[in-house]
């Protein structure tokens, strides 16, 4: 893990919205390195009868270090991509490559190992244990990763020294965020996916946990994506995605961006 980011490259080079049919976000010329490169990706949810394209021809880079926001109403196709970077779901058609991991060809025992070594999820509902700890819900990864932190590492990195032994029951909803972040992070992923981390959250704890998130990125060098339907929140980002009815409207880059803290929804 690096301890410094990498200077992040100058907009112009960065900025790109993709027309149809016209080459995809490059990373010539920037110094950052595209760990993600989607090209065509396309997903149908077939029930039955009916059809469902969550993604309609995705083409999308992502560079080693930043932090990507992906906004977009409900029904466009967020999750479904995140879920795809992350190998929890594979598309229909197209291509996903993580550095040298071609996902689109990984078998489930690649993807799980994929999954395993060098991605940490955050999902709305935090999903820790509420029969173990802090400390025991993110031990859960440590003692199976391959180059973990310690759990009070981990815990410490999210603000949570002085609550590693309480229950998730004596934690408020942003505390149990943080938890949940801890376990994502302690095994020192390289990519670091939230799908609405703050959706379950009043502002002011939602705008601790996006601190952490932040923090995370800038700290470890953690190649960051988090999903939201909320605009305010994509003024964090160095980059801002935007889905619509499963195709990417817009990438744009943030001249300035604004601290979580700056943050109001
Ligand atoms: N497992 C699934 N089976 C069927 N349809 C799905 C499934 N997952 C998502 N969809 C559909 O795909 C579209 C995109 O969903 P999703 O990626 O969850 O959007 P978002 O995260 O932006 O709200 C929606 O119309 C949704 O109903
Ligand atoms: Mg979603």
Redesign the pocket.
Same mark, same amino acid.
């Given at each position: 893990m690096p301890a410094e980011r990498p200077a992040p490259p100058s907009p112009p080079q960065r900025v790109t919205a993709d027309a149809p049919g016209s080459a995809p976000a490059s990373g010539t010329a920037t110094g950052s390195e595209a760990v993600f490169v989607a090209r065509g990706v396309t997903k149908v949810?077939r029930?039955g009868e009916v059809q469902?394209h969550?993604l309609r021809g995705i083409d999308l880079d992502l560079y080693a270090g930043e932090l990507v926001v992906m906004l *977009?109403a /409900?029904? /466009? *196709?967020? /999750?479904? +991509?995140l879920n795809i970077l992350g190998g929890i779901d594979v598309p229909t058609e197209g291509t996903v490559r993580y550095r040298d991991h071609e996902l689109t060809r990984a078998d489930d025992a690649a993807l799980t190992r994929y999954r395993r070594d060098h991605v940490g999820f955050v999902f709305q509902l935090y999903n820790i244990i509420p029969s173990l700890t802090a400390r025991e819900n993110v031990a859960l990864v440590t003692e199976i990763a391959r180059n973990p932190m310690s759990p009070e590492e981990a815990l410490d990195l999210v603000g949570l020294r002085e609550r590693m032994d309480h229950f998730p029951a004596q934690l408020s909803g942003g505390e149990q965020q943080r938890v949940a972040i801890a376990r994502a992070v302690a095994k020192q992923p390289e990519v670091l996916l939230c799908d609405e981390p703050t959706g379950a959250l009043d502002v002011s704890t939602g705008v601790v946990v996006l601190d952490v998130i932040q923090r995370i990125n800038r700290e470890l060098g953690t190649t960051t994506v988090i999903?939201t339907h909320n605009v305010s929140i994509a003024e964090m980002a160095e980059r801002v995605i935007s +889905?619509s009815d499963g195709r990417i409207a817009e990438i744009r880059h943030n001249r300035t961006r604004r601290p979580p803290a700056e943050i109001k929804w």
């Open positions: 949810y029930m469902v969550a *977009g /409900s029904g /466009s *196709g967020k /999750s479904t +991509l999903i +889905l």
